[in-house]
């Protein structure tokens, strides 16, 4: 690799965190404007036309707030749990299959499985640090709940392991001459209250318990810790929706539609946030381990006796 390939490598990676951080800053504003509608109100309005400059205004208000800190706080690991969030699901952003000099991840499932499954850290050190009874049970919670759904998750990436034949979300790309989501209806249906669990999302927000738990294990947080621990909670929407749409719904990153498919599932989430009540705690862990995990077990034993098949009959 030569010095203009680095330097490309660095401006495609700085040009793919802005786009992210941009649209996660609208994604904040879909959200505000939708509960907004389905609660029949207005939502943002005031600033510049139609509110579509209130993120920013949000940002402003947040970093420029004084940061405040727990007397008895673990200072150090308080400060950097947020940063640790936000790192890490940006990082994850890196294995998105653009065939261009950004990176080409052969084994771009098996990395995403490792940084998502260090995104309990980041909610156990800040739940941990805050020195906080409210904040350390939230912690405790989220981590259950998150480690609970990944093994489900990680089931059902090896079913579309062994379909694509492959480690490389490419294989998205080249192999859905027809959706996936035809083929596994089931599957589809799982991964998605999935992404709601993994991304501690209504019905499933046990980290923001604030009837019971007084905002979960960010209960300390306030100005750019609490704007960063969010950044990093809408990027992994987003993340999560490109995710969806690239392994159920055609994955052509090429295409205008894509992304709008991914705008798609990502309002999804709003409209469910808007919809249903939160879920009780040992139904969502019994749903995990006795609903989810049996089908996803049953689905990739189908998987792997269908490839078997396949590879005898064409043998």
Same mark, same amino acid.
């Given at each position: 690799m030569n010095l203009k390939e680095v330097y490309l490598t660095l401006v495609s990676l700085l040009l793919l965190i802005i786009m992210v951080m941009v649209g996660v800053a609208f994604l904040t504003l879909l959200e505000r404007k939708m509960l907004g509608y389905i609660q029949i109100r207005k939502g943002p309005n005031k600033v510049s036309l139609m509110g579509i400059l209130q993120p920013f205004c949000d940002v402003?208000?947040?970093?420029?707030?004084?940061?405040?800190?727990?007397? %008895?706080?673990?200072? *150090? %690991?308080?400060?950097?749990?947020?940063?640790?969030? %936000?790192?890490?699901?940006?990082?994850?952003?890196?294995?998105?299959?653009?065939?261009?000099?950004?990176? &080409?991840?052969?084994?771009?499932?098996l990395f995403f499985l490792c940084c998502t499954s260090m995104s309990v850290y980041g909610i156990m050190v800040a739940g941990w640090s805050?020195?906080?009874?409210?904040?350390?049970?939230? &912690?405790?919670?989220? *981590?259950?709940?998150?480690?609970?759904?990944?093994?489900?998750?990680?089931?059902?990436l090896m079913c579309f392991i062994f379909l694509i034949e492959s480690f490389n979300l490419m294989g998205f790309v080249y192999l859905q001459k027809v959706w996936f989501i035809f083929l596994s209806m089931p599957?589809?249906?799982?991964?998605?209250? *999935?992404?709601?669990?993994?991304?501690?999302?209504?019905?499933?927000?046990?980290?923001?318990?604030?009837?019971?738990?007084? $905002?979960?294990?960010?209960?300390?947080?306030?100005?750019?810790?609490?704007?960063?621990?969010?950044?990093?909670?809408?990027?992994?929407? %987003?993340?999560? $929706?490109?995710?969806?749409?690239?392994?159920?719904?055609?994955?052509?990153?090429?295409?205008?539609?894509?992304?709008?498919?991914?705008v798609f599932i990502s309002s999804l989430f709003i409209l469910i946030r808007g919809t249903l009540p939160r879920f009780r705690y040992d139904k969502l862990m019994g749903m995990a381990w006795k609903s989810f995990l049996p089908v996803s077990l049953n689905f990739l034993m189908f998987f792997i006796g269908v490839k078997m098949f396949l590879l005898i009959l064409f043998s």
């Open positions: 402003i208000k947040l970093f420029s707030k004084e940061q405040v800190f727990p007397y %008895l706080s673990n200072f *150090i %690991l308080f400060y950097f749990s947020p940063v640790f969030s %936000l790192f890490l699901i940006l990082v994850c952003w890196f294995v998105f299959p653009m065939v261009s000099i950004i990176f &080409s991840f052969n084994l771009s499932i805050s020195n906080s009874k409210y904040s350390l049970l939230g &912690s405790i919670r989220s *981590i259950a709940q998150t480690i609970s759904y990944e093994v489900s998750m990680s089931i059902i599957l589809a249906m799982i991964w998605f209250v *999935i992404m709601l669990a993994e991304t501690n999302r209504t019905p499933f927000d046990f980290s923001e318990g604030e009837s019971e738990l007084v $905002s979960g294990f960010n209960v300390e947080y306030g100005s750019g810790g609490f704007a960063l621990i969010f950044m990093a909670e809408y990027a992994s929407i %987003l993340f999560m $929706s490109m995710l969806f749409s690239l392994m159920f719904l055609g994955g052509d990153v090429f295409s205008v539609f894509f992304y709008l498919k991914l």
